[in-house]
């Protein structure tokens, strides 16, 4: 197992819980063009796994589109959920391809151990923003991916 699995781990759910928190807005269909368009920056912002991100700019892009031209159907809404939903699944499997299995590092119930989570909070506290997370798991994933070859 690399030694940065954990961390990587934790900060890719934190990134999912962002995340998280666009789809339901996406699922509540309540989203209009503007703030599609922020979500599009915060993506390369905020998002680490940019090789993935692909199809989710795609739909979002179709949908603001449509908002755009005033005509648009809640199946857009639902394909950028879908989208979504893939992202989050592909970032735990490139996570895998990239720095090894986590099952070592998990918990029965699917949970990042708590020793792990203690030596997380141990070096980095709860100050890191947004941004100073994304770039960390950046340096993990880049590092990993320098020493792996997979991209």
Same mark, same amino acid.
């Given at each position: 197992?690399? /030694?940065?699995?954990?961390t990587a781990m934790?900060?890719?759910?934190?990134?999912?819980?962002?995340?998280?928190?666009?789809?339901?807005?996406?699922? /509540?269909c309540s989203l209009d063009a503007e703030r599609l368009?922020?979500?599009?920056?915060?993506?390369?912002?905020?998002? /680490?796994?940019?090789r993935l991100q692909g199809p989710l700019r795609a739909a979002v892009k179709v949908l603001i589109k449509d908002l755009e031209e005033g005509e648009y159907e809640h199946a857009l809404y639902r394909e950028v959920g879908?989208?979504?939903d893939n992202y989050k699944r592909?970032?735990?499997?490139?996570?895998?391809?990239r720095l090894? /299995?986590?099952?070592?590092?998990?918990?029965?119930?699917?949970?990042?151990l708590e020793k792990y989570q203690f030596a997380f909070r141990e070096n980095y506290g709860e100050s890191l923003d947004e941004l100073a997370q994304k770039q960390l798991l950046d340096a993990i994933l880049d590092s990993a991916t320098s020493s792996t070859g997979v991209h």
């Open positions: 197992m690399n /030694s940065m699995l954990p934790i900060l890719t759910l934190r990134q999912r819980r962002r995340l998280g928190q666009f789809e339901d807005a996406v699922q /509540s368009l922020e979500f599009i920056e915060w993506m390369g912002l905020g998002l /680490s796994f940019h879908y989208q979504i592909a970032c735990w499997t490139e996570l895998e391809e090894g /299995s986590a099952e070592a590092c998990l918990d029965e119930a699917g949970n990042v």
